[in-house]
């Protein structure tokens, strides 16, 4: 009967990958159900331990038991006095089909909802009664531990683990294995203290051995400690259809019924502007929205491409009923309370699909913090251009008028000021007989003839320019922030369309090339910062292109010593790789040859036979010449296997002559008492010494020599 030690071992292999889901929920969210999995799947075994009647039914009674237990972790709500209704079984339904898909459309870490969270502990447990039963049944520790194996590639496959984490997750789980071998060869009574301990060894050793290289190379390939490839990428959350109306087209429209309000928001922090929606792509005739957009999960970091210092900041907000499925945000949102939004999270906009009336919720968002300085002589982010597409056919005269805007400058946010800088002083906002339209025709109209426009004709026209010049832009819409202290009030009259800039180490950076985002009379954060470099255009004659890396924002270029460490990382890989290979390759050679020479028919398997004891010997040092026979073999390995390989031996011989020299060929039990005196060698020489025994289980000569 299976121990309760190996037993817990086996059930710690089966669970513990499973809080290798830990950046995807947090550790904190996933201990508790998987605990509950653990615990009833050993309480189902001690239970047909106590009956054993119990037996043919224990793994249907450890997965009643792990649903119960779920059910009463996580889905508690679903339940009426403590047992599951049919509500709690859609839901253990849902975690089977549903929830490992809602998963990878949130962003990470996801909300610790049981709706998203379900599908690992329902992992565990299978892979927890898979585990007992093979342990079991089997008696086979390295088969039963397979199970664990699968759940901890299915985490690898949400989020790959790097670095020293990788390395500390692989030593660990090799350590339970090689806690569970010991254990198992334990309690094989029928066998020696001393052969127990030689096996156990053999076994245990080689498994942390090759865990630690293993790992040692996982690290050695990728030591960031960063996420790799996971099945999240491009599985974005499903959106409701395109709307036929266009952001951009309604500003005119809210302009004209200006008192109407949309939303109130209350903050003690000082905000400049809030979004609705962010638009990139362009088709010449209409600027569209991303559809790139995730559940909103726990809470949110920074963008990488944020580098400077940053602040928290927070707001309640209450909106108005409406049909518009987008929610006021900020550009680098934290965390949403209240409502469970989609975001876009290269935009920072918020949506909210099928709400129906007024909707409220806090939002806190981070907020770069940069002086006036840094941001007038900063570059721009290159990396930025990549999710753009390209303008279309560009007019002449609007290409030649970008030229002129920038004053011959390269791309930097000094460019950018020049842009803006130019709209300003060269065009006027129309204040009747309100333009509508932000395409080509309508850009080419606003920059070469009529020179008048809203605020959505400034942001599209800048923006074009900008792209033409080299610097990432993009258009956003949303509403300023009235004056006023408390609950404050936004209505239409508050519509607005602004371009923001791609600022390397600051991120998008808001740009007002109408004049309009601060009629309130205030600005505030990076507003207020970009006010400040706006102050320090000299004039025209005076203007020269910032310190920084063209095209490369404040990207430092490598130094040369950083050559040299391509070299050494391929030394180490390349050790890495072939210390792996001659650790793993060698053994399972030797485990295929002998398993094809078994398989061979007739008087071929009696000498494939003999081959095996051969090539055993000299892995073990016994010399072998050409010409020698078994029974010379057999005097040569004496010295070295002592009396229980030179009887093996002579057994073979005798099975060798029939096959070979024998009138009527080998019998039917030829092939079988030749492989039984292989057999018999292979037990001699296990009870050589352990270093000798690991020495030949490695020894790479004895693959190759005569032939059959």
């Known amino acids: 009967m299976t121990s309760r030690a190996a037993l817990a071992w086996v059930l710690l292999a089966a ?47 450890a997965l009643v038991l792990g649903l119960l237990g779920l059910a009463e972790a996580l889905l508690w709500p679903t339940t009426a006095a403590g047992l599951p209704t049919a509500a709690t079984v859609r839901a253990l339904a849902a975690g089977v089909t549903d929830s490992w898909q809602l998963t990878l459309q949130s962003t990470w870490p996801a909300r610790p909802d049981a709706e998203l969270l379900l599908f690992v502990p329902l992992a565990v447990l299978v892979a927890a009664v898979l585990a007992a039963e093979l342990l079991t049944r089997l008696r086979r520790p390295l ?69 630690v290289a293993g790992a040692a190379l996982v690290t050695a390939l990728d030591p960031v400690e960063r996420p790799a490839y996971s099945l999240r990428e491009n599985r974005p959350a499903p959106v409701p259809p395109r709307r036929l109306g266009n952001p951009l087209d309604e500003v005119a429209e809210r302009l004209l019924h200006p008192g109407q309000q949309v939303f109130s ?135 030649e008028l970008a030229k002129k805007a920038s004053h011959g400058l390269r791309a930097s946010f000094r460019t950018a000021l020049l842009i803006e800088d130019f709209l300003s002083k060269n065009y006027r906002v129309a204040t009747e007989d309100l333009p509508t339209g932000s395409g080509w025709p309508q850009i080419e109209r606003f920059l070469l003839d009529a020179k008048r426009g809203t605020s959505v004709q400034f942001a599209a026209a800048y923006v074009v320019l900008a792209r033409i010049l080299g610097v990432p832009a993009r258009i956003a819409v949303g509403y300023r922030a ?24 600051v991120g998008w950076v808001p740009l007002d090339p109408s004049g309009t985002a601060e009629s309130s009379g205030k600005a505030s954060g990076l507003a207020e910062v970009t006010a400040k470099a706006r102050a320090k255009l000299p004039p025209p004659e005076e ?16 130094s040369s010593g950083a050559d040299f460490s391509l070299p050494l990382t391929g030394i180490a890989l390349g050790v890495a790789a072939l210390v792996v290979a001659w650790l ?7 485990a295929v040859r002998a398993w094809r020479r078994r398989r061979r028919p007739g008087a071929r398997a009696v000498v494939g036979a003999w081959a095996e004891a051969r090539d055993r010997l000299r892995a073990h040092g016994v010399p072998f010449t050409a010409g020698m026979t078994v029974r010379d073999l057999a005097s040569a390995a004496a010295p070295v296997g002592g009396p229980p390989v030179v009887t093996g031996l002579h057994a073979l011989a005798v099975s060798v002559d029939q096959a070979l020299w024998s009138a009527g060929g080998p019998g039917a039990g030829t092939a079988a008492e030749a492989w039984a005196a292989v057999r018999a060698v292979r037990r001699g020489l296990a009870s050589r010494p352990v270093p000798a025994r690991l020495r030949a289980a490695l020894h790479v000569p004895s693959l190759f020599g005569p032939r059959d």
């Open 143 to 211: 088969v039963a531990v397979l199970p664990g194996v699968a759940v901890l590639v299915l985490s690898q496959a949400y989020v790959s683990l790097t670095g020293l984490t990788a390395t500390a997750v692989g030593l660990g789980f090799a350590l339970v294995v090689g806690a569970l071998l010991v254990t198992t060869r334990s309690r094989s009574g029928d066998e020696p203290t001393s052969r127990r301990a030689v096996l156990t060894a053999l076994t245990v050793v080689p498994t942390l051995v090759l865990a």
């Open 265 to 399: 928001y209350t903050t003690d922090d000082p905000v400049d502007r809030w979004r609705l929606v962010v638009l990139a792509d362009f088709n010449g005739v209409s600027w569209l929205p991303g559809e790139d957009y995730r559940r909103m999960g726990a809470a949110l970091s920074p963008a990488p491409a944020v580098t400077t210092d940053i602040s928290r900041q927070s707001a309640r907000i209450h909106v108005e009923a409406t049909d518009e499925p987008w929610v006021p945000s900020q550009a680098l949102p934290a965390e949403v309370t209240g409502v469970a939004p989609l975001i876009d999270e290269t935009a920072g906009t918020l949506m909210v699909t099928g709400r129906r009336g007024p909707v409220d919720y806090d939002l806190s968002w981070w907020e770069p913090r940069v002086d006036g300085d840094s941001l007038y002589n900063a570059g721009i982010d290159p990396t930025a251009r990549s999710g753009f597409g390209d303008l279309g056919v560009v007019p002449a005269a609007v290409a």
């Open 584 to 590: 793993l390759g060698v053994p399972l050679a030797a």
């Open 482 to 505: 009235p004056a006023g202290s408390g609950r404050v009030e936004v209505r239409n009259e508050d519509v607005l369309a602004w371009p923001e800039v791609a600022v390397a180490g």
């Open 15 to 61: 669970a513990g990958p499973g809080l290798a889901f830990a950046p995807v929920f947090g550790l904190s969210a996933l201990v508790p159900p998987i605990a509950v999995v653990a615990a009833t799947t050993f309480a189902a075994a001690e239970l047909a331990r106590r009956w054993p009647g119990l037996v043919p039914w224990r793994p249907l009674l």
């Open 543 to 558: 203007l020269v292109d910032p310190d920084v890396p063209a095209d490369s924002g404040d990207t430092v270029a490598t």
